[in-house]
């Protein structure tokens, strides 16, 4: 599978990358919103880790440019966040979220879980690195 992450703390970008990468999957790195639909076309990933808090552009805004495409539309998309505001969960998931994780409970492995879950199986089958 190929993930992109967007996500402008360098550390929790490297740990989450670290763990897709340790699962067999090929993973870019942004660190911004403006980089996420041009990431999108260039890289083709089967998901996407989406960080709410970006500069440039924040990741619900991001979240509405992906859905807003077709090849967007049915793409996992998880959202994560350290601000856990019911409201901005909420604008998560009209927005289009696939899941919305708290990073301050996330595990690395609840995430790639949660891809494995939303991936469909023959996609995930038919990735080199899946």
């Given amino acids: 599978m190929k993930i992109l992450i967007a996500e402008d703390d360098f550390l929790t970008g490297q740990i989450y990358s670290t763990c ?8 870019e790195l942004v660190a911004n919103g403006l980089a996420v639909a041009e990431k999108i076309l260039t890289f083709q990933p089967d998901g ?49 979220a696939t899941w919305v994780f708290s990073k301050l409970s996330l595990t690395p492995s609840q995430l790639t879980d949660a891809f494995r ?6 996609k995930a089958a038919a990735s080199p690195a899946g």
């Fill in 20 to 27: 897709f990468k340790k699962a067999g999957h090929e993973v």
């Fill in 48 to 96: 996407v880790v989406l960080d709410i808090m970006m500069p440039g552009m924040n990741g619900l805004d991001a979240l509405r440019q992906i859905r807003a495409t077709p090849s967007g539309q049915s793409l996992p998309v998880m959202v994560v966040t350290n601000a856990f505001i019911p409201q901005l969960v909420e604008n998560a998931k009209s927005a289009g």
């Fill in 117 to 122: 879950l939303a991936v469909p199986a023959t």
